[in-house]
């Protein structure tokens, strides 16, 4: 009997998983254009963003669906962090939907006359569907149907668990009550990783009279605190400001929660006036309405204070990079006199290029697995925009033709240095745990290429040495370096002592690391360029390391 009962509970699980699942990543793909165009065109304010947040999120059923997209947005400049704030709140108030369709459910239908017919219309439209988002609307409707259908299983399963188990023992109330049903409603969600999918098994089980109303409420409250681990996992080793749309998410949530825990009883007062139902129907539509009722509350608390939500973000998250990222020597007062403009101009290029040389020894020492790199990337990309914002500048001042005609030079060195961070990326994605062993005497081959590449670009950090001049006749000689290096992969790869997909990942990190020193050092070649060499040396000696300035 307990047997038959756990293997319900476990099926019941698995039905109901498996539906979320479909019906989420379903909604999703069927509305990608819809969710693109919403996000980019519907945020133009707080408030606006978050009754974007609650539609987008009730259409696909899941919250972190739109957090990853808002992340994306934020990051590629199209929605600012109040907006994408916005949407944060909006998608929190649009979870509560699942609440209400499992009430729903509960109120007027018998789940198997809902559930069976929408399998079978999904199957329909997804063997029909083709290449069409039809095939998607297939996905959403059978997973709505076997979403309902584990409704009906746990229902079942819960009522024999019932008459079998006396659980009302375990439905004690008060303080710890409310605090050990928090944690069920937090270890919910953390392990489905799932606020919608232990919010309906939550309801489903207070359907089923498992749990007491005040148990369930409490529950509830920990499965909107246990979504914010989805957040804190998703933005590990993400950008700065993935962490702050993470941040911002956790502490609304948190928040919220606290709120909510304290006010249970008066808001569960509420809601059974504002239900007036009665039996198993009245505890789902409490529930719902609870739901709804303090995730609402918390927007109105956080809503008035967005601006200095964000302002407390940025503070404390990513307060580093933003001063790496500053310019040191970019003023706009020199834009008047436009000698003194490409001076600072030429000063914050050199900053620059120390910056990427930086990132590129940091890369090889650690073989492209540096810790701190997502953080010297952010620094260098805002010290980009910077500079190219102050070029735009100084081209429209009236600028002499000495100093116009090193503008397009200026903007090369940009371009060099960021095809170099680029290349760094990239390696660091499709190479991060490369083999680098070589058999034989092709091991010593490899270690002295990587041995150039560190050498050149150690040289490039100062131009007032002697050795800079000799660049130009070291990269020839690393390319035929590499092409040497590269035959003898082939070679091996050939008779067999090297697997073929290894000898393809090593040719492509060799390669893309001598690009990676050719860009930073034309990079500093063009930019040691834009000045004369007596100019920029001129206090440059044995002592000071032939330094290039005197202070950084």
């Known amino acids: ?204 089980a207070a359907m089923s009279g498992v749990v007491t109303l005040e148990s369930a409420a409490a529950a509830v409250v920990g499965t909107n605190i246990g979504t914010t681990t989805t957040a804190m996992f998703s933005v590990i080793g993400a950008t700065y400001n993935a962490k702050k749309v993470a941040a911002a998410h956790i502490l609304f949530n948190l928040i919220t929660g606290i709120v909510a825990i304290f006010l249970i009883p008066i808001f569960l007062d509420i809601s059974s006036m504002l239900s007036g139902l009665e039996g198993t129907s009245n505890l789902a539509a409490n529930l719902a309405i609870f739901h709804t009722s303090f995730n609402l509350l918390g927007v109105f608390i956080f809503l008035p204070f967005t601006n200095k939500l964000v302002h ?124 680098h062993q070589l058999p034989g005497p092709e091991s010593e081959s490899a270690r002295h290429f990587r041995r150039e590449v560190k050498d050149i670009i150690n040289v490039a950090h100062t131009p007032c040495a002697p050795e800079f001049n000799e660049l130009q006749p070291r990269l020839h000689g690393l390319l035929d370096e590499y092409h040497r290096l590269k035959d003898e992969l082939l070679q091996l790869g050939a008779e067999g002592q090297l697997d073929l997909g290894r000898m393809v990942s090593l040719l492509d990190y060799y390669s893309n690391m001598r690009l990676m020193c050719e860009q930073a050092t034309k990079g500093t070649y063009y930019w040691a360029d834009l000045r004369r060499k007596e100019v920029t040396c001129g206090a440059a000696n044995e002592e000071n390391e032939f330094a290039w300035k005197l202070e950084e």
Not at 169 to 188: M, S
């Open 312 to 435: 407390l973000l940025d503070r404390h998250i990513g307060r580093e990079v933003a001063e790496l990222g500053k310019p040191k020597y970019l003023d706009k007062n020199v834009l008047k006199t436009p000698t003194l403009a490409m001076d600072a101009l030429f000063m914050e290029l050199g900053r620059l290029g120390e910056k990427v040389r930086l990132m590129g020894q940091k890369a090889l020492v650690s073989q492209f697995r540096h810790k701190d790199f997502i953080k010297d990337k952010a620094a260098v990309e805002s010290l980009i925009l910077a500079i190219r914002k102050y070029c735009i500048n100084m081209q429209h001042s009236d600028l002499p033709e000495a100093v116009a005609s090193k503008l397009p030079r200026a903007l090369r060195v940009i371009q060099y240095f960021r095809r170099t961070v680029n290349i760094i990326e990239e390696v660091s994605h499709e190479h991060a745990l490369l083999d």
């Open 1 to 204: 009997m307990i047997f038959s009962i756990l293997a319900g509970l476990v099926g019941g699980l698995g039905l109901f998983l498996l539906g979320m699942r479909l019906m989420t990543k379903g909604l999703r793909n069927a509305a990608g254009p819809a969710l693109r165009h919403i996000l980019g065109q519907w945020t133009k304010t707080p408030v606006r963003g978050l009754f974007s947040g609650f539609l987008i999120t009730a259409l696909v059923q899941s919250s972190s669906a739109i957090t990853v997209a808002v992340i994306g947005f934020v990051n590629a400049g199209l929605m600012t962090m109040s907006q994408s704030i916005g949407v944060i709140f909006g998608s929190n108030i649009g979870t509560t939907i699942t609440g209400w369709i499992v009430a729903a459910v509960g109120i007027s239908l018998k789940v198997k006359l809902l559930a069976l017919p929408l399998i079978g219309i999904g199957a329909i439209l997804r063997l029909t569907g083709g290449n069409s988002r039809r095939r998607y609307l297939g996905d959403a409707f059978t997973g709505f149907g076997v979403f309902f259908l584990g409704i009906e299983v746990l229902q079942t399963s819960f009522h024999s668990l019932e008459s079998t188990i006396n659980l009302a023992a375990y439905n004690f109330g008060g303080v710890l009550g409310i605090i050990v049903f928090v944690f069920i409603g937090f270890v919910l969600t953390l392990l489905m990783q799932s606020s919608s999918a232990a919010m309906a098994l939550v309801l489903t």
